[in-house]
Structures are given as C-alpha cells and as structure tokens.
C-alpha cells in the first residue's frame, strides 16, 4: 500500500506543453538468443502448479512444435540450396550470353 501512495504522490503532472517522464530504468541489454531446435522444445519442461495446465496436453503440443519447427527448418535449408543452385545458373548464363557478345 505504501509503494502504491508513494508511486501516485511522486508522479509528475501531466500539462499539454511537456510529456510525461515515468522515471523507469533503461531495459537491461539483451544477449542475441540462439535458434531454438526441435529437441529444445521435446524436452522442455515447466512447473506444475497447483489448478495447472494438463501436462499431458503441453507435451503433445510441444511435440506437435518441434515436429512443425524440423519441418520449416528442412524447407529453409532446401529453399537455401535452390537459392544457390538457381544464383551459379544465373552467373553462369549472364557469363555465356556476355562471351557471345562482344559490346564496343
């Protein structure tokens, strides 16, 4: 009850000439996380609460996850493999047409 008085008596008014400071602290700067992989989320594993959520039902959804994470991950790399395939024959090509003509 104190922190709530405290935060409404120290709160700067508000005037149509000058914004609202709200005194918070900067955002902790954040690591650049890792991709998660399917096995990541196959055993990742939660607390049960009391009243909590089925875990029976969480794994299964975890499952399904991971199983449409392998499944995206696997189209990614074929779709990579196609883009540099496709990138050599277009070099390849522009090589060829450009010895058959000779531009002055």
């Not at 914004?19 to 594993?45: E, F």
């Not at 277009?90 to 531009?103: G, I, N, T, V």
């Amino acid at each position: 009850m104190r922190n709530l008085i405290r935060r409404f008596t120290h709160r700067p008014m508000s005037s149509p000439h000058r914004p609202v400071s709200h005194h918070h602290k900067p955002a902790p700067p954040t690591r650049p996380r890792l991709p998660l992989r399917p096995g990541q989320i196959r055993d990742r594993c939660f607390p049960v609460r009391r009243h909590g959520l089925d875990p029976v039902k969480i794994r299964d959804f975890l499952h399904r996850v991971a199983d449409e994470l392998t499944t995206a991950q696997t189209a990614l790399v074929a779709a990579q493999e196609e883009n540099v395939r496709i990138k050599t024959a277009l070099r390849e090509w522009q090589s060829a047409q450009s010895a058959r003509h000779h531009y002055r």
